[in-house]
């Protein structure tokens, strides 16, 4: 079992930039696709985005298009969100999430794919 912790959030304004982080450890040689999601108050965790083992695919939320970059370095076994044009709309907790797979090029955008969750951090975007 794989485990997640997430950091990087914070308070910015309208239009900044931030950069989530995700380290991972535990059983971290198996073939696992990682996710972000992240849940506003009163509503739903939703996808943001989600990147494969192999790092050969990736995909986003129509949300964060153009915006978001997801992207893993192996060496580290971490993850990354970089987060840029921020909008009040994007403050959210921020969770990362990892799915183990035989599939090195798989990238899975729903929540119930993933069995392995971090704790969220914080994101809080000001107008």
């Known amino acids: 079992q794989v485990q997640l912790v997430e950091s990087g959030g914070g308070l910015v304004q309208a239009g900044d930039s931030l950069r989530l982080s995700c380290a991972a450890s535990?059983?971290?040689?198996?073939?696992?696709?990682m996710g972000w999601f992240r849940q506003a108050p009163g509503k739903e965790r939703e996808f943001v985005a989600s990147i494969s083992w192999d790092g050969s695919n990736t995909v986003y939320a129509d949300s964060g298009e153009g915006r978001f970059t997801i992207s893993r370095d192996h060496a580290k076994d971490t993850m990354y969100l970089q987060m840029n044009s921020l909008k009040p709309e994007d403050t959210a907790v921020y969770y990362c999430?990892?799915?183990?797979?035989?599939?090195?090029?798989?990238?899975?955008?729903?929540?119930?794919?993933?069995?392995?969750w971090g704790q969220g951090t914080q994101v809080t975007v000001s107008s």
């Open positions: 999430a990892a799915h183990t797979t035989t599939n090195s090029g798989f990238a899975p955008s729903t929540r119930a794919a993933y069995n392995t």
């Open positions: 535990g059983r971290t040689f198996n073939w696992y696709a």
